[in-house]
């Protein structure tokens, strides 16, 4: 049961993810900087209850005072150019 994945996108399993609680991760966002999880395309969509669940399981904290992770927005890579400049598109 140890080797379930429960990040599917960075491939964490729920015994990487309990030890990341007994190692002091009471939050989303602690097991994230700790396994990853949370990391991939999904953005923890897909997992984030999960490890909100583990870490209730493992800790004994109300599933409802647990801080959800924080949402960021995907980044992707942008030309340079983009934002103007000495050798911008806009100028030429």
């Given at each position: 049961m140890d080797d379930i994945i429960i990040c599917r996108c960075r491939?964490?399993?729920r015994s990487?993810?309990?030890?990341?609680?007994?190692d002091g991760a009471v939050t989303v966002d602690g097991?994230?900087?700790r396994t990853h999880?949370?990391?991939?395309l999904c953005q923890g969509k897909t997992c984030g209850r999960?490890?909100?669940?583990?870490?209730a399981?493992?800790?004994?904290?109300?599933?409802?005072?647990?801080?959800?992770?924080?949402s960021?927005?995907?980044?992707?890579?942008?030309?340079i150019s983009s934002f103007g400049g000495e050798n911008s598109d806009a100028e030429q």
């Open positions: 491939e964490v399993t990487e993810i309990i030890a990341a609680i007994r097991v994230k900087r999880a949370g990391m991939g999960l490890i909100e669940r583990l870490i399981q493992e800790t004994g904290i109300n599933p409802a005072e647990i801080r959800p992770q924080k960021r927005m995907p980044v992707r890579p942008v030309r």
